[in-house]
């Protein structure tokens, strides 16, 4: 099954009352004579080449680039808000974020000067311009007046993932230049992990969303770096002379690098090699499945490595939905969630790199709850499997999934295939490009006869992190619930609302208690209301789990800075993450 290679659309988390953050630049830059005397201090120039796993499907609201190649875009791309290594919000393009008493409102403070890559001021009205088509409302005015057609013919480009993770918000609104007041329709103590939506919450030039081939293939934001091109393995970026970030350490004006080449290596052996011979300046790893080739590259001098914390959980989907999918049934889902055997698939698969899983997420987030998660039993499965035959007719339990196509998926789907064997479980896989896999995964347009998620199981990297913001579009009925006030739920709701929730159960418990921790006031409140969303998720076999892992970047030593440039004094973005790095403050250090 794909563990590592097909990977999200996400969005956010973490229990805040509020973000106010304001930059310290120290005035304090370095002289000439300063970096002459420090042969390790930041020097300007260069030319770096980076090996990732992950193809570039496009630029706009429904391309949904995958962990190593999403490093590449936000490259050109940032967020309002960057997690902290504190798991707490910094403003990168915001100053901060403020919640009104019943968490049903939220003023967002912009930065002022800041501009697109195109020379478009990023103020108030651009980030209102980014809502109105993301969430999908420039597309419900223009179908009001002019008709469907003429809508999807305006915006249908803008239609994807994001309307339903963005559901909450009833309206975005500019007061002045920077100031930008977003309404809910629920109240949400984690709102400003929705902006951020683990890395993902772009904020684009208008320029780049008028139509559907500008906005696909010409990305501009307000990154350190300019695209300079892309195919769908290789994007290029150079050095965006007006970036407006300096580092508040030394002042010095950021980026470092002139040029970076993002590469798609997909076989992990030919990116192991490329990064050990110097042919590639750093590359990303994952520990879900590349364990001996990490372990292999621990082991050489020139090489130094960048871990992230082992907050990344890959789950199984089991789709409900789909017709003819076996999942619609408890005992099916009990069967194959009974058929995981955890600790030998991180010995065989991850080479222990990963950590065998006690809950659908790691013991550091909010969500830990151990009640309810199936253990492995041949026998308990196997009497599963049996009363599902009994309940349904079906001669046997079988079932389909996708496998990315490099050789280290396909044998993570051989492996999944023997073990569900075992137990009397017939699992099938297709191979297919890790891009064309998330296409259908979250597909916003079924066909007649299809469905969101055309697989009947898949095995995908959504969930991760200590808090639930990005998790939980993933496990909800629909994107909008069920009394949302939001104008957009009429025409969303019975369409995209549901593009998300992978598996397509209707267990509105689940709903109820993570929008009841998102209201909370307190986060013992918050806690004990997300962990009762899981174990319902668990007890009810919803989903399942088997092992948490880390991401690792391998960087030689001629690459300095990596991890040393804070968004502002002592607020320092993670070192490493499922998006890799932040390239910003990189150097090379000759």
């Not at 319902?536 to 391998?554: D, P, R, V």
Request: some cysteine.
């Amino acid at each position: 099954m794909t563990q590592s290679q097909i990977t999200r659309s996400r969005v956010m988390r973490r229990i805040g009352v509020a973000v106010a953050a304001t930059i310290a630049i120290s005035t304090l830059a370095s002289t000439g004579s300063q970096a002459a005397s420090n042969p390790s201090a930041p020097k300007y120039g260069g030319e770096v080449k980076v090996g990732i796993f992950d193809t570039f499907p496009g630029f706009c609201v429904g391309n949904n680039p995958a962990n190593s190649s999403l490093m590449a875009t936000r490259t050109v791309y940032e967020t309002l808000f960057e997690k902290t290594r504190g798991n707490d919000f910094v403003g990168l393009l915001a100053k901060s974020g403020t919640p009104s008493a019943d968490l049903k409102t939220w003023t967002v403070e912009l930065r002022s000067g800041i501009k697109f890559h195109n020379g478009e001021a990023l103020n108030a009205k651009a980030m209102v311009t980014n809502w109105m088509n993301t969430s999908g409302m420039n597309f419900l005015m223009t179908a009001g007046a002019k008709g469907a057609a003429a809508a999807t013919a305006a915006y249908g480009h803008t239609l994807g993932t994001a309307v339903p993770f963005q559901s909450n918000i009833l309206m975005a609104t500019a007061v002045g230049e920077t100031t930008v007041v977003y309404t809910l329709d629920r109240p949400q103590n984690d709102f400003l992990g929705t902006l951020y939506a683990s890395g993902r919450g772009f904020v684009r030039a208008p320029a780049q969303l008028i139509d559907k081939t500008t906005c696909s293939g010409t990305p501009i934001g307000t990154g350190p770096f300019k695209a300079v091109s892309f195919t769908t393995d290789e994007m290029i970026v150079a050095k965006n002379a007006d970036y407006w970030r300096t580092d508040p350490v030394t002042g010095n004006k950021l980026p470092y690098i002139d040029k970076i080449t993002f590469t798609n290596i997909k076989e992990s052996s030919s990116r192991q090699s490329a990064v050990q011979t110097g042919t590639v300046d750093a590359a990303m790893f994952s520990g879900a499945s590349e364990g001996q080739y990490i372990q292999a590259l621990r082991k050489k001098k020139n090489l130094v490595e960048y871990k992230s914390p082992a907050e990344y959980y890959p789950s199984l989907w089991l789709n409900q939905g789909k017709a003819g999918s076996p999942f619609k049934n408890v005992n099916a889902r009990k069967a194959v969630l009974s058929c995981i055997d955890r600790e030998n698939w991180v010995k065989t698969r991850t080479k222990g790199e990963g950590i065998v899983s006690t809950s659908l997420v790691g013991p550091n987030s909010i969500m830990y709850n151990k009640s309810g998660f199936p253990k492995y039993s041949v026998a308990n499965a196997k009497k599963f499997v049996e009363l599902y035959k009994a309940e349904t007719g079906a001669t046997e339990l079988a079932f389909a999934g996708p496998s990315d196509t490099s050789s280290v998926s396909v044998a993570n789907a051989k492996f999944f295939q023997t073990m569900m064997a075992k137990c009397g479980i017939k699992y099938d896989y297709v191979v297919e490009e890790g891009a064309v896999i998330i296409g259908k995964t979250f597909n916003p347009s079924p066909a007649a006869g299809s469905h969101y998620n055309a697989y009947d199981a898949i095995s995908i990297l959504l969930f991760e992190g200590t808090d639930v913001t990005f998790n939980l579009p993933f496990v909800l009925t629909n994107g909008f619930a069920a009394a949302s006030k939001s104008p957009l739920a009429g025409v969303f709701r019975t369409s995209i609302g549901a593009i998300l929730g992978l598996n397509h159960h209707s267990d509105t418990t689940v709903d109820a208690a993570f929008y009841a921790g998102e209201a909370a006031q307190s986060k013992s409140l918050a806690t004990a209301k997300f962990k009762e969303g899981t174990a319902i998720l668990q007890k009810n076999s919803i989903m399942g789990a088997t092992f948490y892992f880390s991401y690792e970047l391998f960087a030689g030593k001629s690459l300095g800075g990596i991890g040393k440039t804070p968004i502002e004094l002592k607020k320092t973005q993670r070192l490493m993450t499922n998006w890799g790095i932040d390239w910003a403050g990189v150097y090379k250090t000759k």
